[in-house]
T-cell receptor
Framework: DVKVTQSSRYLVKRTGEKVFLECVQD?????MFWYRQDPGLGLRLIYF???????EKGDIPEGYSVSREKKERFSLILESASTNQTSMYLC????????????FGDGTRLSIL | AQTVTQSQPEMSVQEAETVTLSCTYD???????LFWYKQPPSRQMILVIR??????QNATENRFSVNFQKAAKSFSLKISDSQLGDTAMYFC???????????FGGGTRLMVKP
């Protein structure tokens, strides 16, 4: 089974802090994704990566950056956290071919105070 | 850009009965993929069923089946013999032909009542 592990299940940070959310997958997947999930809005794509050191903006990249130095790890960075970034963050990975489903982690519920 | 719409924010069904969740989408691509994901209270998103747009036959997975109407851009999920464990948020999603963009609907919260 594919395992996608997010480093924290709950996280509380303060406005202005730099926040790192980590995600690791164990199936040698080429693609990795970061989403945020808000009630009524479903999941919205922040960034994705199709290879090491490669990244593409999703629908809502503002206020976020990402890093993929190794194939199995994809980090989401909030450069200066703000209260409107309080949300659930989900990481996912998939094989590089089309039709392959994404496999998700358990999510990190992030609160910015 | 693709959009996915789930018009039913909440639904409920009695245990053992059948329920259908609606989903419509908009895309300019001719080939693409559609998915239904389930997110139980434990939060992990689980793939329920998938459909490839070039296949006319509706996908089925045990008690789960879809009604895929390509011309109408409709992709509904039918759950037969509903079980308490089916209680969850259900998300419809469209994946582009390249396989690197997944667009989600807003979700339907399904409650199965004993």
């Amino acid at each position: 089974d594919v395992k996608v592990t997010q480093s924290s299940r709950y996280l509380v940070k303060r406005t202005g802090e730099k926040v790192f959310l980590e995600c690791v997958q164990d199936m040698d997947h080429e693609n990795m994704f970061w989403y945020r999930q808000d009630p009524g809005l479903g999941l919205r794509l922040i960034y994705f990566s199709y290879d090491v050191k490669m990244k593409e903006k999703g629908d809502i990249p503002e206020g976020y950056s990402v890093s993929r130095e190794k194939k199995e790890r994809f980090s989401l960075i909030l450069e200066s956290a703000s209260t409107n970034q309080t949300s659930m963050y989900l990481c996912a990975s998939s094989l590089g071919q089309a039709r392959q489903p994404q496999h998700f982690g358990d999510g990190t519920r992030l609160s910015i105070l | 850009a693709q959009t996915v719409t789930q018009s039913q924010p909440e639904m409920s069904v009695q245990e053992a009965e059948t329920v259908t969740l609606s989903c419509t989408y908009d895309t300019s691509e001719n080939n693409y993929y559609l998915f239904w994901y389930k997110q139980p209270p434990s939060r992990q998103m689980i793939l329920v069923i998938r459909q490839e747009a070039y296949k006319q036959q509706n996908a089925t997975e045990n008690r789960f089946s879809v009604n895929f109407q390509k011309a109408a851009k409709s992709f509904s999920l039918k759950i037969s013999d509903s079980q308490l464990g089916d209680t969850a948020m259900y998300f419809c999603a469209h994946q582009n032909n390249a396989g690197n963009m997944l667009t989600f609907g807003g979700g339907t919260r399904l409650m199965v009542k004993p």
